[in-house]
């Protein structure tokens, strides 16, 4: 059993599809009525049909008013730290503190190059990973960033403005050496969608995260653990993820947060995005919330 302990928080996902912009604005602002903590926006700028994450994201935080956001997850290759610090402050100096960043090294070499980023692959993907979320850490606290390596040139960037909350720095990470730069250097998990890393897989990373915190003098309990989780609320002919009624929900969700130690939900609703929101937010949240409270308190 692997309980960390942290109040749960729930989140959707959001299509950045130009052409799905006026639902995306809509669904933004229903998971904010039925009361979901997060909105989180995929990057994949080389993809044409994508808009740019983060002017969404700009976008719908002008059009939301309590939700927070992250990115789920920027791609670092094509991302520079420092102006990804830059956005991320700015964005939280503008919303009152309702941005997160959500940060992978990037998982599409050659799509990368596509847009003139270089394609860091293997260790030089790694290291290059977890400077920079230490750039982007020391950017959000402030003050004058210097780092010279074989990965980044930093000279002297004189950083602010400070965001009003801390942004979070939740690294998205599947592999071995990658989840041990999530326990030693970031602030939470962003375990890829339940249909890549389904729960079966789950307990051995964690285990590799926990390692890697306790190493490095951390807390395993400090990390925030976030699973991405694609599926159906009801009946789907072949439908992917989890599929099943309310109660299939809540149990699952129930016990990858007490046995696999998760506290974020993201929902990916595969059809009818309004109608699923409407039941994951209103049926589905507060059954887990229950549930786990009285898991937790052996009831």
């Known amino acids: 059993m692997t309980d960390y302990g942290r109040p749960l928080s729930f989140g959707l996902s959001l ?13 933004a602002r229903l998971a904010e009525a039925h009361g979901l903590e997060h909105l989180a926006v995929q990057d994949h700028p080389y993809q044409p049909g994508h808009l740019d994450s983060w002017t969404l994201i700009s976008h719908l ?9 992250f990115t ?10 420092t102006m990804l610090a830059k956005a991320a402050a700015s964005l939280s100096v503008l919303t009152d503190g309702r941005i997160h960043l959500g940060v992978g090294g990037g998982a599409f070499p050659e799509a990368i190059a596509s847009m003139g980023g270089l394609p860091r692959r ?12 230490g750039i982007m850490r ?14 980044h040139s930093v000279t002297g960037y004189r950083a602010g403005p400070v965001p009003p909350k ?4 939740w690294l998205g990470a599947q592999k071995r050496k990658m989840l041990t730069v999530t326990g030693r250097s ?3 998990w962003i375990s890829p969608l339940n ?10 990373r964690q285990e590799i995260i926990d390692a890697a915190a306790t190493a490095a003098g951390r807390t395993p309990e400090s990390i925030r653990r976030i699973y991405n989780v694609i599926g159906v609320i009801g009946s789907a002919q072949g439908g992917q993820g989890l599929v099943g009624d309310v109660r299939r929900w809540v149990d699952a969700l129930t016990e990858w947060s007490v046995l696999l130690g998760f506290d974020t939900f993201v929902f990916w609703p595969v059809t009818d995005p309004e109608n699923q929101l409407a039941l994951f937010a209103s049926e589905v949240v507060p059954a887990v919330r229950e549930a786990v409270d009285a898991a937790r308190n052996g009831r």
């Open 122 to 133: 293997g260790e030089q993907m790694v290291a290059f990973t977890e400077e920079s979320l």
């Open 72 to 81: 789920d997850v920027a791609d670092l290759q094509l991302r520079p730290p």
């Open 166 to 169: 801390p942004v979070e720095l």
């Open 195 to 204: 249909i890549y890393v389904p729960p079966h897989e789950v307990p051995s």
């Open 138 to 151: 020391r950017a959000l606290a402030g003050g004058t960033v210097r780092l010279q390596s074989p990965h």
């Open 61 to 69: 935080a002008a059009a939301t008013e309590r939700i927070s956001f």
């Open 186 to 188: 970031a602030d939470g």
């Open 15 to 27: 299509d950045p599809a130009a052409g799905s912009l006026d639902r995306t604005r809509r669904l």
